[in-house]
T-cell receptor, first 115, second 110 residues
Framework: DAGVIQSPRHEVTEMGQEVTLRCKPISGHDYLFWYRQTMMRGLELLIYFNNNVPIDDSGMPEDRFSAKMPNASFSTLKIQPSEPRDSAVYFC???FGRGGAETQYFGPGTRLLVL | EDQVTQSPEALRLQEGESSSLNCSYTVSGLRGLFWYRQDPGKGPEFLFTLYSAGEEKEKERLKATLTKKESFLHITAPKPEDSATYLCAVWSGGYQKVTFGTGTKLQVIP
């Protein structure tokens, strides 16, 4: 298994531009998570899906952030417009839920820099 | 709101010098506590899950323990390859939502 795949690995953009991050979860996993990691705040959960349906988006910082999961093998996190304070590493993770918080497998992350 | 505090923020050890990392938590009802390892430029990698006070898990030089208020990750005779950031996370609610601590950055010097 290739594991969780994220693209791009690095993204540099200018303030005000739209940014789209992509994630392919591990086949067969029914939960998908988007996290943001910064030095100051650590790893923060932004949103998670179960069977392609958003379950909890309370971690999404503001309306500039949106996430979709059109099918079981693909998800996007979009920031529009981007701001310098959005600079962080964004991780996607997936798991197979059997009623508990099972092991989450993380992707390699997308390092975003907004100038 | 669940809170997870890890200490120390950074730890430097000589190879073979055993030590412990601490994870203190405040949750409404703990359902599980997780330890992850994160190498630079990579995503967190799962190490252990602990479900109840008194439980212990071991893997090579690592041993995780759990009480009602905190968890410890004991590192016995560490090697340079154990250098990484160790993250603790707690699960207290429904579904799969977990809350992470900010981690302890461990450096093992040869």
């Amino acid at each position: 298994d290739a594991g969780v795949i994220q693209s791009p690995r690095h993204e540099v953009t200018e303030m005000g531009q739209e940014v789209t991050l992509r994630c392919k979860p591990i086949s067969g996993h029914d939960y998908l998570f988007w996290y943001r990691q910064t030095m100051m705040r650590g790893l923060e959960l932004l949103i998670y899906f179960n069977n392609n349906v958003p379950i909890d988006d309370s971690g999404m910082p503001e309306d500039r952030f949106s996430a979709k999961m059109p099918n079981a093998s693909f998800s996007t996190l979009k920031i529009q417009p981007s701001e310098p304070r959005d600079s962080a590493v964004y991780f996607c993770a997936s798991s197979f839920g059997r009623g508990g918080a099972e092991t989450q497998y993380f992707g390699p992350g997308t390092r975003l820099l907004v100038l | 709101e669940d809170q997870v505090t890890q200490s120390p923020e950074a730890l430097r050890l000589q190879e073979g010098e055993s030590s412990s990392l601490n994870c203190s938590y405040t949750v409404s009802g703990l359902r599980g506590l997780f330890w992850y390892r994160q190498d630079p430029g990579k995503g967190p990698e799962f190490l252990f899950t602990l479900y109840s006070a008194g439980e212990e898990k071991e893997k090579e030089r690592l041993k995780a323990t759990l009480t009602k208020k905190e968890s410890f990750l004991h590192i016995t005779a560490p090697k340079p390859e154990d250098s990484a950031t160790y993250l603790c996370a707690v699960w207290s609610g429904g579904y799969q939502k977990v809350t992470f601590g900010t981690g302890t950055k461990l450096q093992v010097i040869p």
